[in-house]
């Protein structure tokens, strides 16, 4: 069973940054992909971003492009998501999760295409 757990979660200033971190165990993580997502209160959950472990191909929404980047840590089965220029619109519940199916790049921006989800890490953005 898989089991991924995030960390990093907090409370910053706008224009701040943060590192959240998502370790995962007990699957074989080359054949992954790893994906972020957020729920604000009242809202829907969305896509954040994702990247394929074998091959670091990335995927980010265009409300986080550029200011946020996802990478991956093979060796320690671990992925980052790095954000920068925080901004208010940005607290939420931040979530892991990691798909064991195969797609095309886009294909992991769907929720449905994820298989596991860690239990999420709160991210709070004061203005």
């Known amino acids: 069973q898989v089991h991924l757990v995030e960390s990093g979660g907090g409370l910053v200033q706008a224009g701040g940054s943060l590192r959240l971190s998502c370790a995962a165990s007990g699957g074989t993580f080359s054949n992954y992909a790893m994906g972020w997502f957020r729920q604000a209160p009242g809202k829907e959950r969305e896509f954040v971003a994702a990247v394929r472990w074998s091959s670091d191909t990335t995927v980010y929404a265009d409300s986080v492009r550029g200011r946020f980047t996802c990478s991956s840590d093979n060796p320690k089965n671990t992925v980052y998501l790095q954000m920068n220029s925080l901004k208010p619109e940005d607290t939420a519940v931040y979530y892991c999760?990691?798909?064991?199916?195969?797609?095309?790049?886009?294909?992991?921006?769907?929720?449905?295409?994820?298989?596991?989800w860690g239990q999420g890490t709160q991210v709070t953005v004061s203005s």
């Open positions: 999760a990691a798909s064991v199916r195969y797609g095309g790049t886009y294909f992991y921006i769907g929720g449905s295409a994820y298989d596991y």
